[in-house]
């Protein structure tokens, strides 16, 4: 057996060297191509024509990044393969042209401007679609003469060093609140203390509700994975109704509380008050993370309060006077409202995501009782074994891109 080894040159990288394992009855012939500029007078253009059985072969991986110094691409033709073992005959050819040995085709301004482009809207660039896609990016810069040509394939690899991906996306809410820093901050501080506060005999608790929760029953019963096979869930389904589920998380703890009723009145959320300021009845102070809903600041609602505290709640006719009176930090009950479109500063929007994931998603429930008993089952499975404060990731610097990036 005849071993040749051929190391190529490529713009991105040097692609390893290939080894091309020949029987004794082929031949192999190297030759010098004469048809392609040469890069300087010391690097010709090779061509390499081989003609080798097909399990033998491997393909170099890089080699269609490369380009000519005068601009031009080079001609691809077949590789000549013999017959392999298997007696099925495959015949290519290809002439494979190196690279300099700087190996970077486009120059770093290039670069930041095919990188500028991807993060613009396509509309205003003349482009009649909402996301780019590797190869309407390489029309682009063309068509902006950032570069004669370029392959999907070098554009990915740009964006990719960026950490750029515009077939990424998620929706976005903005908040048009003028105290939306206040607000933050203010919410921010309370779940760095709250172990301290906890310490001290004060409670942080974050409420919200879950509404519209399906009771949805599957009309043929799950099967379970297997070996070599997922699970697999029926895809039709009978509805028995729905359930909302009212619930605090203890920041400190990590322990929930929660309370099923068949929707939202003003009279569920002052129970729920009522009912938490009765569990935490030795905490010296019960702070209450909420969001805008106006049932969370309703008169029920500061009523409650007002005979918690053993205060008077007085006249509290508009809205901005009762959320003056719950956010008192006088009192032994205080409020405290998240900015307008960011509930997601709720630590149990977190907690409601861990619900879905291990109950509602996947559940098969028969009726209303049945969801109501499986999502209570959770809640006292979760404060046995799960519950657990969130930990704090956020360090104050503002986002950036990923620490591998160019």
């Not at 007078?41 to 072969?57: C, D, G, K, T």
């Not at 896609?133 to 392959?151: C, E, F, H, N, Q």
């Not at 697999?232 to 028995?240: A, N, T």
């Amino acid at each position: 057996m005849v071993v040749i080894e051929t190391k190529l040159y490529f713009v991105k990288r040097e692609v390893i060297p290939c080894h091309y394992r020949l029987h004794r009855r082929y031949r192999c012939v190297v030759g010098i191509e004469r048809s392609w500029r040469r890069w300087s007078a010391s690097r010709p253009w090779l061509s390499v024509w081989f003609r080798v059985p097909a399990s033998f072969y491997r393909v170099p991986r890089g080699c269609r990044i490369e380009r000519s110094n005068d601009g031009s691409t080079p001609r691809w033709t077949g590789l000549f393969v013999g017959e392999s073992v298997t007696k099925s005959t495959v015949w290519r050819a290809c002439t494979i042209a190196p690279a300099p040995a700087d190996r970077r085709l486009f120059p770093p301004v290039q670069q930041h401007r095919i990188v500028t482009l991807a993060t613009q809207v396509p509309v205003e660039q003349g482009h009649p679609i909402t996301q780019w896609s590797m190869t309407d990016l390489g029309r682009a810069a063309v068509d902006k003469s950032i570069v004669p040509s370029i392959s999907p394939a070098t554009i990915w690899r740009l964006l990719d060093q960026a950490v750029i991906k515009p077939h990424r996306w998620h929706y976005w809410l903005n908040s048009t609140d003028p105290q939306l820093d206040a607000k933050m901050q203010e919410i921010v501080g309370l779940y760095l203390q709250a172990l301290e506060m906890h310490q001290r005999g004060e409670v942080l608790l974050s409420v919200d509700e879950k509404t519209s929760i399906q009771a949805l029953e599957r009309k043929h019963p799950t099967i379970p994975g297997q070996a070599g096979s997922v699970t697999r869930i029926e895809h039709e389904y009978i509805r028995h109704g729905t359930r909302c589920l009212t619930a605090g998380f203890e920041v400190a703890t990590g322990a929930v509380m929660g309370m099923l009723t068949p929707n939202r009145p003003a009279e569920v959320f002052a129970e729920f008050v009522q009912w938490a300021c009765d569990y935490y009845a030795e905490a010296s102070r019960l702070h209450l993370v909420v969001d805008n809903l106006s049932t969370h600041y309703h008169k029920l609602t500061c009523q409650v309060v007002a005979d918690v505290c053993h205060c008077d709640a007085g006249p509290l006719k508009s809205g901005s006077q009762r959320k003056q009176f719950l956010t008192d930090g006088s009192k032994r009950v205080v409020f405290h409202f998240t900015p307008t479109h960011a509930s997601w500063l709720n630590q149990i929007e977190i907690w409601f995501s861990t619900l879905v994931r291990k109950v509602i998603r996947r559940g098969d429930f028969r009726s209303i009782e049945d969801l109501e008993d499986k999502i209570i089952q959770f809640i006292d499975y979760h404060n046995a074994y799960l519950a657990k404060p969130y930990q704090w990731t956020y360090t104050g610097k503002p986002l950036a891109a990923h620490k591998e990036a160019a």
